[in-house]
């Protein structure tokens, strides 16, 4: 069955600093993969998504992810962290048609 | 604003009880899913339609059932309710059925508190 693993509950930054955000996946079939943001009290919003083709794939607010098949990961990244990207980041999987799952998610800080 | 309506934002009630919350899709969308959030169990996901037909089932408890309306709004009924069904639950909707090729919108979410 599809699933994600986000590693780490919890990550702090500098401000300016590399955000990397871990997730790693198991699928029985060539996955889809998301990765969502959901800010206080507000719903999830998709950040970026990996279909086919281009395995590093960019999304919004400057973020992007690269699938690696080899290793079953699709890691977020930002090169320099704004104090706006505080939120709670959430990765996940579809490989059948009707589902969507996702991860436990990784809450992000941005330090002064 | 994702152009998802989930009402009420907020609900307190006691053990026992049954509360109803509703989904109001974006403009278009076909499919409805219900996610429930908590911080024990992280986002679970409970149960879609898709034009009024229940197309995929999650970790929904024989407690809770849902059902979209001809008008393709949902609700999702919480019944005999516990502690620990306190959370908040979101409703997401998207264009297809097949969801591999689309994304899902997500309301703000209704946060249930049973006392």
């Known amino acids: 069955a599809q699933s994600v693993t986000q590693l780490g509950s919890h990550v702090s930054v500098s401000e300016g600093a590399l955000v990397l955000l871990r997730c790693n996946y198991s699928s029985s079939v060539p996955p889809y993969l998301f990765w969502y943001v959901q800010y206080p009290n507000q719903g999830l919003q998709l950040l970026l998504k990996?279909?086919?083709?281009?395995?590093l794939v960019k999304g919004i607010n400057g973020f992007e992810a690269e699938f690696k098949k080899s290793e079953t990961s699709f890691h977020l990244t930002k090169p320099s962290a704004h104090m706006s990207d505080a939120a709670e980041y959430f990765c996940?999987?579809?490989?059948?048609?009707?589902?969507?799952?996702f991860g436990a998610g990784t809450r992000l800080t941005v330090k002064p | 604003d994702s152009g998802v309506t989930q009402t009420p934002k907020h609900l307190i009630t006691a053990t026992g009880q049954r509360v109803t919350l509703r989904c109001s899709p974006r403009?278009?969308?076909?499919?409805v899913y219900w996610y429930q959030q908590s911080l024990d169990q992280g986002l679970q996901f409970l149960i879609q339609y898709y034009n009024g037909e229940e197309r995929a089932k999650g970790n929904i408890l024989e407690r809770f059932s849902a059902q979209q309306f001809p008008d393709l709004h949902s609700e999702l009924n919480l019944s005999s309710l516990e502690l620990g069904d306190s959370a908040l639950y979101f409703c997401?909707?998207?264009?297809?059925?097949?969801?591999?090729?689309?994304?899902?919108?997500f309301g703000e979410g209704s946060r249930l508190t049973v006392l």
């Open positions: 996940a999987v579809s490989e059948v048609g009707y589902d969507m799952r």
């Open positions: 403009s278009g969308d076909l499919s």
């Open positions: 997401a909707s998207s264009v297809v059925g097949e969801l591999r090729s689309g994304e899902l919108f």
């Open positions: 990996y279909t086919t083709g281009a395995t």
